[in-house]
């Protein structure tokens, strides 16, 4: 059994949760990454995710880099109230260093329900910025039907995360509003080669993910991703073909007091003289906007068992990573938001001027920042 100071990331198959007679056996080693590790590779998932689908994706993400900068640029960020479309290299900061990475950012299918009056944090969702279908013919499709089947792999995931827990596989049902008036957002992420003189390798600084877990495809075989134990260690967690990483969010972490672990992560660029970028393709499983994870209507109730094995870990402890802090009071939109403008400060200008005033009293910075 991994403990709190694990050295390795445990692997899960999926195919295990599909039979009654080996599903016990997956929910205990999922019960054990939950609250040990906050980190799992999943592998034999291509009952939901196609196989053929993800090889497709993969040849399509060197293609959308490549993209002329003026297409990349006509679907900018700042574009887009929902905060989705295109970031350019070294738009962010962590910790004080830029992350050094150029993404998409591209939601699951959704129109906003934000009207005048309604809080401003139900525009964080609604629809995505694609480049034009005449320059990379079929990505669009490609993208969706990606985003469509991997969110419906993190749908059931959390009826197993419940089970894990000890409750029934609805027991964090509440926690979600109906299909049509949810997101999941995913990014196409591109981690370029530093150069010998590059000042740093970080290509995303240690931070926690926000919502209840993370679905991600490392989608060429380089290493860089990081995971960071209770000793403060960072572990490897390389690409193994045929699997996605699953991580736990702050919102999990604050909805079951504890028992889920959000564990910090990192990633660095590739070794310098490797030959191509680093790509990765994460999904983040949304809650729906207005949940209060710490409001009293929104309380589990755990087994006793469940409670002892939190406590048999131990406290969490301090990590190199802060962020999402808000969720023991802001509504999960507004978690959502306030990130948002503090990571990409030129969306927040244009479309949520009074809150960029707030976080950038001196005016538009040449960066944003995680924290």
């Known amino acids: 059994m991994t403990g709190p100071d694990f050295s390795e990331i445990p692997l899960l198959d999926y195919s295990l949760a599909l039979s009654s007679t080996t599903k016990p056996h997956f929910v205990q080693q999922l019960r054990n990454a939950l609250i040990n590790v906050g980190f799992l590779y999943l592998s034999n998932t291509n009952s939901v995710v196609d196989e053929e689908l993800i090889e497709r994706l993969k040849i399509y993400i060197p293609k959308l880099f490549a993209l002329p ?10 574009n887009s109230p929902h905060f ?8 962010e900061l962590t910790k004080g260093k830029t992350d050094y990475r150029e993404q998409f950012d591209i ?3 959704h129109v906003s329900r934000w009207k005048p009056g309604d809080p ?10 694609y480049p034009d279908d005449a320059l990379i013919p079929g990505f669009q499709d490609t993208m969706k039907t990606y985003l469509s089947q991997v969110a419906a792999l993190g749908t059931h995931f959390i009826t197993l995360i419940a089970e894990a827990l000890g409750l029934p596989p609805d027991g964090l049902s509440r926690f979600y509003d109906t299909p049509d008036r949810m997101q999941h ?9 530093p150069t010998e003189r590059s000042e740093s390798d970080q290509g995303v600084g240690p931070h926690y993910d926000a919502g209840f877990l993370t679905i991600l495809l490392q989608a060429s075989p380089h290493p860089g991703l990081q995971v960071q134990n209770l000793s403060g260690d960072w572990i490897d967690a390389p690409p193994i073909q045929g699997t996605f990483v699953i991580n736990f969010g702050r919102a999990l972490e604050f909805a079951t007091k504890g028992i889920a672990r959000a564990t910090s992560h990192r990633v660095l660029s590739p070794p ?4 191509s970028p680093r790509y990765s393709v994460p999904l983040f499983h949304n809650i729906a906007l207005d949940v209060r994870v710490r409001d009293p209507k929104y309380e589990l109730e755990f087994p006793p068992e469940i409670l002892r094995l939190r406590d048999e870990r131990g406290k969490l402890s301090e990590t190199d990573s802060i962020n999402y802090s808000e969720f023991e ?10 990130g948002r403008v503090r990571s990409h ?4 200008e244009r479309h949520y001027p009074a809150l960029f005033k707030q976080f950038f009293p001196d005016g538009l910075p040449k960066q944003g920042f995680g924290y």
């Open 69 to 78: 900068q003026e297409e990349k640029d006509r679907i900018q960020k700042a």
């Open 84 to 91: 989705l479309g295109y970031s350019k290299l070294g738009a």
């Open 107 to 109: 939601g699951t299918d």
């Open 120 to 129: 401003d944090y139900y525009n964080v969702w609604g629809p995505s910025q």
């Open 185 to 193: 957002r995913g990014k196409v992420v591109q981690y370029p080669v």
């Open 272 to 275: 310098v003289g490797s030959s």
């Open 329 to 338: 009071s802001q509504p999960s939109g507004m978690v959502q938001l306030l």
């Open 345 to 348: 400060p030129d969306v927040a």
